[in-house]
């Protein structure tokens, strides 16, 4: 099971930080490709990519006083048991993303390639995020 963890340091304060992280309709704003979120009560989340798929995501968590959400996302094609956590901690005079995630891959064999996509993927998405909250 592959798992992955990014810390990003921003220079903001956890307030404006937590309040692009914790929109769950705003992904759109910082994982690339995704054209399109569709929030359904408070626990689902539809995205829309600019390639046509769509991912089904369960928010488990979320938390506005602990700044943090926990989500699962629906299987597939090669992976399974998606899943991961944001968080936004105070960091000296400004804050701290922490975005862990971790899932299962359908076959082994595909392991090693699947780990390195998705450990390029979670760094692109990382710096996104980064130049968004600092507004660069």
């Known amino acids: 099971?592959?798992?992955f963890s990014q810390i990003?340091?921003?220079k903001?304060?956890?307030?404006k930080t937590w309040a692009i992280v914790g929109?769950?309709?705003g992904v759109n704003r910082w994982i690339p490709r995704i054209t399109g979120v569709k929030i359904e009560g408070?626990?689902?989340?539809?995205?829309?990519f600019a390639d046509g798929h769509i991912q089904h995501e369960?928010?488990?968590e979320y938390s506005s006083e602990k700044r943090s959400?926990?989500?699962t996302i629906e299987r597939l094609q090669r992976i399974?048991?998606?899943?991961?956590?944001?968080?936004?901690?105070q960091y000296g005079d400004g804050s701290v993303i922490m975005w862990e995630s971790e899932f299962d891959i359908i076959n082994s064999a595909l392991e090693a390639e699947m780990t390195q996509m998705w450990k390029g993927a979670t760094a692109q998405i990382a710096e996104s995020l980064r130049r968004l909250v600092e507004g660069k």
């Open 23 to 25: 929109d769950l309709a």
């Open 8 to 10: 990003i340091k921003v």
């Open 80 to 89: 399974k048991n998606n899943r991961g956590t944001f968080a936004v901690k």
């Open 12 to 15: 903001s304060p956890p307030e």
């Open 1 to 3: 099971m592959p798992k």
């Open 69 to 71: 959400y926990s989500y």
């Open 42 to 48: 408070n626990k689902k989340r539809t995205c829309t």
């Open 58 to 60: 369960e928010i488990i």
